[in-house]
Structures are given as C-alpha cells and as structure tokens.
C-alpha cells in the first residue's frame, strides 16, 4: 500500500505500508522533494522496495487515483490499484461541489450548512450559547456540529447528519439570538433536503467504513461496489434524485 500524505508544514510524503498478520504497520516514509511527476515517484517507490528487500514480494501496489500515481506504478513495472474508498468518495464529491444548474441548490445549501458550522468552530462564545440551548431542550444528544474537510472522506455527510441532528437546538438558537449567525438557518423543507442527502449517502459512508478496515482485501470491492450501486438505485428521495443519478453514473457499474 502507498498513501501520500502532507504535514502541517505541507511537505509531501510517500509511505509504504504492508499488512502483517491482519494489521497495517508503516515501513517507512519518504519525503518528496521537487516534481511530484510520475517518474520521480516510480524512483522513490522503487528506491523504498529495493531498501526493504521487496521487489519480489509485492503482488500489487493499492494507491489513491491521481494521474501521477497510477503512471508512477506503471513505470516502475508494478502493479497497482486504485483505492476503493477514494474512488467512491470521488463519485460522491462531483455532484456536490458541481457548479452545473442542475445540482446548484444542494451545492449552495451545502455551503451554507460549511458557513455555518464554522461559525461555532471559531467562536467559543457561540459555542457556549450553543450548549446552553441544548441543555434546556430534552431528548436531543449534547453533540458538537462537525465541520467537513475536502480530503477527508465522508466528512461532509458528518457534517450534514449531525446538522439534522441538532436542527431543533439550531432553530432555537436562532431564534434566541437572532442576528449573530453570519448565514440564515436552513428553512425546514431545506432540512427535509439534508436529511434525504443523509439517507442517500449512507450507504457509501457504510461500504466506506468497510473497505477500510484492516481485514478488507480486494475480494471485498465487487460485493461492496454492488451494495452500494442497489441501495442508491432503491432510494426514492425525490429532492436528491439529481444527486442519486450523477453518483450512479460516476460509480460505473
């Protein structure tokens, strides 16, 4: 397994993982230093499976889908997969960060659910207020809201599942403190939207989960992949429908 990743300062890295009686251990990490081109990184992949002895025991490379990555592999003559997980959450991400007409409202109302939720990140003030709302309403979990990030996967349909969550203490609190939020809460038919994009994306927030556990392997993909690809196909949210269809044709099978 590689994974590139990048640290607080943004240096790049490439790791290489294996799997040991059912557990991921890491190997070893490589700083990328200057093009992150496919030949560079067929270079330092080789450089990191010569030092550790491997070039001989590795059956497949699992790798995120970036064009570099893939061509990397290909030069250094092995072979490679794409992760399961990103390629989902990439057929996910298209329909809701879409500027075609068709899917604006959700990609709009997505933005201001991320305005939002930033709104209580950044201020402990609002926080506090935010609680004193939940305390005094029963029945509903003192859950913080979860702000999404691009390169994490399923964060968005967190953010939106605990927005439905906490949509009475939300409503409340608008009400009691009216004028102090920087976007309008969602009206209620926009919540029945919310909702509906939770109920359409947990399927692939489940197979996501699934696929990356230390006991998935590859065998797992074709069974996943078809679960998902039913249950999309078996939704009947009208106001998500648009959403459904681009997830579907983007998932391919």
């Known amino acids: 397994m590689t994974d590139r990743q990048t640290d607080r300062s943004d240096d790049s890295y490439d790791a290489l993982k294996h799997f040991v009686l059912s557990r991921v251990k890491t190997l070893v990490y490589c700083i990328l230093i200057g093009s992150h081109t496919a030949t560079h990184i067929a270079e330092v992949f080789g450089k990191m499976l010569d030092d550790w002895q491997l070039e001989s025991k590795t059956h497949v490379v699992v790798r995120d889908n970036a064009a570099n990555m893939a061509k990397g592999m290909d030069e250094a003559n092995i072979p490679s997969l794409g992760c399961y997980a990103h390629t989902t959450q990439l057929c996910v991400q298209s329909p809701l960060t879409s500027k075609k007409e068709d899917v604006k409202y959700m990609v709009q109302l997505l933005a201001q659910c991320r305005s939002l939720v930033g709104h209580f990140s950044h201020s402990v003030l609002a926080k506090e207020k935010f609680r004193v709302v939940q305390d005094s309403m029963q029945g509903i979990p003192r859950h913080k809201l979860i702000q999404d990030v691009a390169t994490r996967w399923n964060s968005t349909y967190y953010m939106v599942e605990r927005l439905v969550e906490q949509e009475e203490v939300i409503t409340s609190y608008d009400r009691r403190h009216h004028g102090q939020l920087p976007v309008s809460v969602p009206s209620a038919f926009k919540f029945n939207w919310l909702r509906q994009l939770v109920h359409l994306l947990a399927p692939i927030e489940e197979a996501t989960r699934a696929s990356c556990t230390d006991k998935a392997t590859v065998a797992d993909v074709i069974p996943l992949a078809m679960a ?5 196909e078996a ?7 648009r959403i459904r269809d681009k997830i579907l044709q983007q998932h391919g099978m």
Do not use: R
């Open 228 to 232: 998902v690809k039913l249950k999309l």
């Open 235 to 241: 939704d009947d949210g009208d106001d998500v429908k």
